[in-house]
């Protein structure tokens, strides 16, 4: 077992069974074996995960004009902030910076900010986005208009699992098996509130899931954007309402089982674009589409073409095969979805119909 698992086993010897959003928490972000804080470099080929921004530049540039027009049609504000949560090697936001700033004015108008838990990935960002400010928590982001991209940063924060059991749920925890090795559990049947209208849509043993520290983000951003403006691009693996067990874990490119080595591999898990939806009520949403859908409209087959033109031999070939990984709907295109918040007033960030 990996040094994390069998701090965590001990924890279980002691205190009892392990709630899901604990385990994952201690997996990813634990100060000194969690995933994010010690892995050099999780994302690229060398790693265990690529995500959009580091399979082609149209992904971050699509999303910067898509943003700038937002920060345009919101009146061009002064004093902005440009935020991403869990920028990961920074190179979303050196694609957005690069593109935005075509847009006249943009570039002066906005200060870059960076919410990260890893110390490693923050140096990695620095290196591209020097004038960047760093966050630990979304709550520090500084006030005024909030122009907000997460790419593949909700589906890393810790979810709790729930069987339906009769009119209440039984919570997916993690035991210690007579070995000492780390195995799922369940513990007594008990209401949750926050699950209470999900009685109407499951049956007896389905399983739900709840991302708690997801809708307390949403909530803050949602509030910010209604009341100072703003927009937000959310970007990630999931779908509309939570049904089924989704939680994943990732090493060398191949899935893993989850409880195999506890910090040294990737966990995450399907987001609930509509859970995000709600909870950033007053903000309004836009409609969740497909990634594919959102970069076709945005031009990414345009953009394609105008860099492939440019190119010869292997490279162009490069661009056709990453225009068909971020868009097509057997690659990231139909999995990840795309959904937007903007204040009352204010039309959906472009690429999201409202
Ligand atoms: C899957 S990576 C995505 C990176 C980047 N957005 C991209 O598309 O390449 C997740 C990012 O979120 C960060 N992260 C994960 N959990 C976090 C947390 N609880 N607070 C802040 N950052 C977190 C990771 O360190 C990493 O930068």
């Not at 593949?152 to 979810?159: G, H, K, N, V």
């Not at 990231?332 to 009352?344: A, H, I, N, S």
């Amino acid at each position: 077992m990996s040094p994390l698992g069998r701090k965590i086993a001990a924890r279980i010897e002691q205190d009892g069974p392990m709630r899901l959003d604990t385990f994952m928490a201690l997996c990813l972000t634990d100060p000194e074996h969690g995933y994010y804080t010690t892995h050099t470099d999780p994302i690229g080929l060398q790693g265990d995960f690529v995500t959009g921004p580091e399979i082609s530049q149209m992904f971050g540039e699509l999303m910067g004009l898509s943003l700038a027009s937002c920060w345009a049609e919101q009146g061009t504000p002064n004093g902005a902030i440009l935020a991403e949560l869990g920028p990961g090697r920074g190179t979303l936001m050196s694609d957005v910076l690069r593109a935005a700033s075509k847009v006249p004015g943009f570039r002066d108008a906005v200060s870059v900010h960076f919410v990260e838990a890893s110390p490693r990935l923050r140096a990695e960002q620095a290196r591209k986005v020097p004038d960047a400010t760093w966050h630990d928590t979304p709550d520090s982001l500084p006030d005024g208009p909030l122009f907000l991209l997460a790419n593949e940063f909700f589906d890393a924060l810790p979810i709790r699992q729930f069987v339906r059991t009769g009119g209440s749920w039984r919570e997916r925890v993690i035991s210690r098996d007579a070995s000492g090795g780390l195995v799922p559990d369940l513990a007594d049947p008990a209401p949750v509130r926050a699950l209470a209208w999900r009685l109407a849509d499951t049956a007896e043993g389905d399983i739900v899931e709840l991302c708690e520290p997801a809708l307390e983000i949403t909530a803050m951003l949602g509030a910010r954007i209604a009341t100072a403006g703003g927009a937000a691009l959310i970007v990630d693996y999931g779908g509309w309402r939570s049904y089924g067990d989704t939680v994943q874990a990732m090493s060398r490119h191949e899935y893993v089982d989850v409880f195999s080595a506890p910090g040294q591999i990737d966990l995450t898990a399907h987001v609930d674009f509509e859970a995000l939806a709600r909870a950033a009520v007053p903000a309004r949403h836009s409609r969740m589409e497909t990634q594919g859908v959102f970069l076709e409209r945005l031009g990414v087959t345009q953009r394609a073409q105008a860099l492939a033109a440019r190119a010869e031999g292997e490279a162009r070939e490069a661009i056709v095969t990453q225009h068909h990984r971020l868009t097509h709907p057997d690659e990231m295109g139909q999995l990840f979805k795309v959904l937007g918040l903007f204040p009352e007033g204010a039309s959906p960030p472009p690429g999201l119909e409202p």
